[in-house]
C-alpha cells in the first residue's frame, strides 16, 4: 500500500401524476475531463444470454415482470399493490434484478419518484435502494436521471423518504458518474445537512431514545453513507470541506452507535486523502475519538480507523496526539492478533498506521516498549504485498535506532528481507532496503546479509525502472560496503555492478544522484575500484552534474568527488573539467552539510597545483578563512588543508619568482 | 351573520375526544360555520320556491373540502364510502354532518393515529359492512385502476389477478376473506397496503399546512 492507495477497493419538484409511463431521459456528461469507464460486454452479460436461450428461468422472473406491468397499466392504487407484492421478492437477486430491468421497470421507477404520492415514492425508493447495488441497473438508473430526483428528495418532509433517498444515492455512488451528478445537482449541501442532528441522539443508546430522535439517528446514518460513497471523488471532498462537514463529522464521531460509526470513519479515512482534512483531525480534536472506535471490535471499524490513522501520521502534532491517546498500544495488539492475518485489509491498514506513527522518536520508544519489533518480523512471512510493503516501512523507521537492529536480527528478520528483494511489486522494493541500510550499521546483521548474498540482491535492484527503488537501493549500498568484509573483495566480485552504479550518474532524477554519489564516495575508499569506475569513466560524468543547485546533491557530489580524486590523472580530469570554479560556489549555499563536502573536495583536489591557482581565482579563499573557524571538525580540517596546500604552492611560486 | 362561538362545555367534550387543541376546535368550528352558511347561499331554490335549509356540511361542501382543502383526489366511489361511513352518531348515515360529527371524523382524517386510521380505512373498504373485505368488494374497488390494454381479450383479467396477490398478501389467517385484525397485521408488515384499495387519507404535507394555516388565522 503505497501513498495514495487506497484499501477500500465505494429538486427536483414534483408534479406528475401519470403514474406508469416510462419516459427515458438521456443525461449527457459536460465537458469534463473525467472519462467513463469503457463499457464492453462483462462475462456476466455473456452468462446471461446463454441463461436464456437454455430457458431456466425461475417463474419468479415472469412474475416480477407481470407487476412491472401492472404498474405501468395501473393508477396510484394499483402501483402501490404491485409495489407492495414486488418487495416480497428477493431483489437482491440478479435473476430478479435482471426482470426489473429488461421490462422496462427501471424507467417506471425513477418516474415513481417524481410523483408526489408519497406511498409511489416509498416504494419506489424501496425497491431501488434493493436493486441499485447491480452495476448494470446502476449505471443504467443513473442515466435515466434519477439522481437530480433523488437529491430532490433530500428535503422531502417525510424522513423515510429522506433515508432511503440518501441510501439509494449511497449505492449509485459506486460510479464516477453518479458522483458528478450529485455534487452538480446540489446533493452535498444537502447529504451534510443530514448530519446535522442533535448530540443527544449520537451519544444516547437506542432503548433511551424516543420514535422522532431513532429516526434522526437513522437519517445521520443514511448521509454518512451517501457522503461515503461521494467521497471517492476529489472534487466532491473539496466541496465537503467547504460546505462545512468538518465540524459536523467531528461531532458523529462521538457516537456510541457502531451502525453510525462505521460510515462515520468510513468517510473520515477517505477524505483523509486530503490535507485540509489531516489538519481537522488535528484542529477538531477528533483523535481520541478515532482511538475509542479503534478499541472496537468491529474489524471494519477497525480497519477504517487504522486507514485514518495511516492517512493524518504525517504531521508530528498528530503523532504525538494518536500516542498520547494510546493508539500504538492498539495497533500493536492489532498486529499481533493472530486472528487477524487472514483479514488483509485490516492488517495492511494497522501496520501503514503503524509505519507512519513510527515517524516519531518518542514513538519509536513506546514500540520499543510494547515489543513491537518481532512482532513486526513475525509479520514478514505475510502473503500480502501491501502488509509487507508496511511492515517493511515500520521496521525501517524503528532501526533508526540501534538497539532495534539486534532485534530485527535475532527475531530472523534479515533472511524474510533479503527474500522479499526478489519481488517485483515496487513500493516494497522501496522499503526493504531502508531496513537493510539500517541493519548494515551493525556488525552481527552487516555478516548475515552478506552471508545471504543480500549486498548483490541490493545491487541488482539498481536495475529496476523505479526511481524510487533506485535511490532506496543506492542508499542502502553505502553501509553495505562500507561495513562488509573485504568490502573491495565484495564489490569486484558482482558482474557489472560498478558499471551499473556509474551508468546511473546519467539519471536525471536528483534523488537518485544523490544517492550514487553517496554510493560512489564509499565505493571510492577501495583503490582498485575507484580504479575500475575511473575507467568507466565516473569523473566525466560527475564533472557534469556540478552545475547542479541542488543542496542535497551538491552535498553528496562533494563527497565524492574528494574520494575519487585520489587515483591517477582524476584531479587533473577534474580541473580540466572545469569542476572546480563551480565547487567554488557552493561555498555561497547555506547547508552545512554543502560546505563540508564542498571543503573535503577542494581539499582533495588541491593537491594538483593547477587546481590551487583555479580554486584561488574563482575566489576560494575567503570562504575557507570563514569555515576554518567551524566547529564541524571535518570541515575544519578540510579546510585547513585546503589553505595549507594553497599557501604551499604560494610560496613555492615565491621561491621560483626570486631565483630569476 | 353573527361569528358564534362553540359553548364551553361543548368545547371541553371535544377537546377530549378529539386529537385537536382548544384553538383549532375554535378555528375549526368558525370554519364549519362559514362553510354551512356559503353552501346555504348557494342552495338552488327549489320548486317550493325557497332553498331547503342546511344544517350542517352536506354532501357538496364535503366533496369540496376534500378535493379544495385536502387535496384528496381519488376515486368516486371512495369518496362517497368516506362520506357515507363518516362519523353520524345518532343520525345513522343520511343527512348533513353537524359540527361535532364533523371535527370527530376530521380527527381521524387528520390527526388520527395508527389504530384509529386503520379503522377508517377498513370501514370504508367493508362495502357491506360485514366486518370483511371479500374478494367480490376488492375488486370493485380496483375495478377502473388498470388502464384498458387494446388488444386485451379480457380486461378485466388485471384486475381479478391483482385481487388474487393482495388478498393473498392480506388474508394472514387464510380464510378467503380479510378481516380487521388481517388487515391490522399486513399493514404492520407493510405500511404500503394501508391505503391498498384506494386512498383515503389526505397526505401528511397538506395536512401539516393545512393546520398551520388554521391556527395563523385566527
Known sequence: MAEGDNISTFSAD????????????????????????????????????????????????????????????????????????????????????????????????????ETRDLCCILGGLAVLKDITPNIEIRKKVTDLGAIP??????????????????????????????????????????????????????????????????????????????????????????AMRKYGMIPLIAKMLKTIHLDVAVPTVGLLQMCANETSFQLAIQT??????????????????????????????????????????????????????????????????????????ANSDASVKKLDHLGAVPILVRLLDDENDGVLTNVAGALAECAKFPQNRDKIRSAGGIPLLIHHLNNTYKPLLENVPLVLMECAKE???????????????????????????????????????????????????????????????????????????????????????????????????????????DDHLRANLGVAIAYCCDWAQNRQEFGKRGAITPL????????????????????????????????????????????????????????????????????????????Q | MPNRKLKERHLEALYRVTHFSKNELEALYSMYRRLVTAAQAAAPASALGHPPKIEGIDQNTFRDVMHNT???????????????????????????????????????????????????????????????ITKDEMFVLLKNSLMKQPGDEDPDEGVRDLVELVLRKMDIDKDGKVSLDDYRDAVQQEPLLLEAFGQCLPSKRHVAVFLKNLVSKM
Open chain 1, 584 to 659: 567554488v560556489n557552493y561555498m555561497t549555499s547555506r547547508d552545512p552539510n554543502v560546505h563540508r563536502a564542498t571543503a573535503l573536495a577542494l581539499y582533495h583536489l588541491s593537491f594538483y597545483s593547477i587546481n590551487c591557482v583555479t580554486m584561488h581565482a574563482a575566489g576560494v579563499v575567503q570562504f575557507l578563512l570563514e569555515t576554518i573557524g567551524s566547529k564541524d571538525p571535518i570541515l575544519q580540517e578540510a579546510s585547513a588543508g585546503c589553505l595549507c596546500n594553497i599557501r604551499k604552492l604560494a610560496l613555492a611560486t615565491e621561491k621560483i619568482k626570486l631565483k
Open chain 1, 284 to 357: 477538531e480534536r477528533m483523535v481520541n475519538d478515532l482511538i475509542k472506535h479503534l478499541a472496537n471490535e468491529d474489524k471494519d471499524l477497525k480497519t477504517y480507523c487504522s486507514l485514518a490513522i495511516y492517512k493524518c501520521a504525517s504531521d508530528a502534532i498528530t503523532r504525538d496526539m494518536i500516542r498520547e491517546a494510546g493508539g500504538l498500544e492498539l495497533l500493536v495488539e492489532a498486529a499481533q492478533d493472530s486472528t487477524n492475518r487472514p483479514n488483509k485489509p485490516l492488517l495492511a491498514a494497522v501496520t501503514g498506521a503503524l509505519w507512519k506513527c
Open chain 2, 70 to 132: 385536502f387535496d384528496l383526489v381519488t376515486e368516486e366511489t371512495i369518496l362517497e364510502r368516506i362520506w357515507v361511513t363518516w362519523e353520524r352518531g345518532a343520525n345513522g348515515g343520511e343527512g348533513a354532518l353537524k359540527f361535532e360529527a364533523w371535527v370527530k371524523g376530521l380527527s381521524v382524517l387528520l390527526r388520527g393515529n395508527n389504530e384509529e386510521r386503520l379503522a377508517l380505512c377498513f370501514r370504508v373498504y367493508d362495502l357491506n359492512y360485514d366486518g370483511f
Open chain 1, 149 to 238: 430526483l433523488l437529491v430532490g428528495l433530500l428535503s422531502d418532509p417525510a424522513r423515510d423518504v429522506q433515508i432511503l433517498a440518501a441510501e439509494t444515492i449511497a449505492n449509485l455512488g459506486r460510479i464516477r458518474k453518479s458522483r458528478k451528478f450529485c455534487r452538480k445537482f446540489g446533493g452535498i449541501p444537502k447529504l451534510i445537512d443530514l448530519l446535522d442532528i442533535k448530540e443527544r441522539c449520537i451519544i444516547t443508546s437506542r432503548e433511551e431514545l424516543n420514535q422522532d430522535e431513532l429516526q434522526y439517528l437513522d437519517i445521520a446514518r443514511a448521509g454518512a453513507k451517501a457522503l461515503w460513497s461521494m467521497s471517492a471523488s476529489q472534487r466532491n471532498r473539496e
Open chain 1, 14 to 113: 414534483g408534479g406528475q401524476d401519470t403514474v406508469g409511463l416510462p419516459r427515458i431521459v438521456m443525461v449527457t456528461e459536460g465537458s469534463d475531463t473525467s472519462a467513463s469507464s469503457a463499457s464492453s460486454t462483462s462475462p456476466s452479460e455473456d452468462n446471461w444470454a446463454d441463461l436464456i436461450k437454455s430457458s431456466e428461468i425461475p417463474p419468479e422472473y415472469w412474475h416480477i415482470q407481470k407487476l412491472v406491468k401492472y404498474m405501468k397499466a395501473g393508477n396510484q392504487t394499483a402501483t402501490t399493490v404491485a409495489l407492495s407484492c414486488l418487495k416480497d421478492h428477493d431483489l437482491t437477486v440478479e435473476v430478479n434484478q435482471r426482470a426489473i430491468q429488461e421490462i422496462g421497470g427501471l424507467e417506471l421507477l425513477v418516474n415513481l419518484l
Open chain 1, 443 to 549: 556488525q552481527n546483521c552487516m555478516a548475515e546479509i552478506d552471508e545471504l548474498d543480500g549486498v548483490r540482491l541490493i545491487w541488482s535492484l539498481l536495475k529496476n525502472d523505479s526511481k524510487k527503488v533506485q535511490t532506496n537501493a543506492a542508499l542502502a549500498l553505502s553501509p553495505c560496503v562500507q561495513n562488509a568484509a573485504d568490502s573491495g573483495e565484495m564489490v569486484r566480485s558482482f558482474v557489472g555492478a560498478l558499471d551499473l552504479t556509474v551508468d546511473l550518474l546519467d539519471s536525471d532524477d536528483n534523488n537518485v544522484l544523490s544517492a550514487i554519489c553517496a554510493a560512489i564516495a564509499t565505493i571510492a575508499r577501495d583503490h582498485e575500484n575507484l580504479a575500475v569506475i575511473s575507467d568507466h569513466g565516473v569523473v566525466a560524468k560527475l564533472s557534469k552534474l556540478v552545475s547542479t543547485t
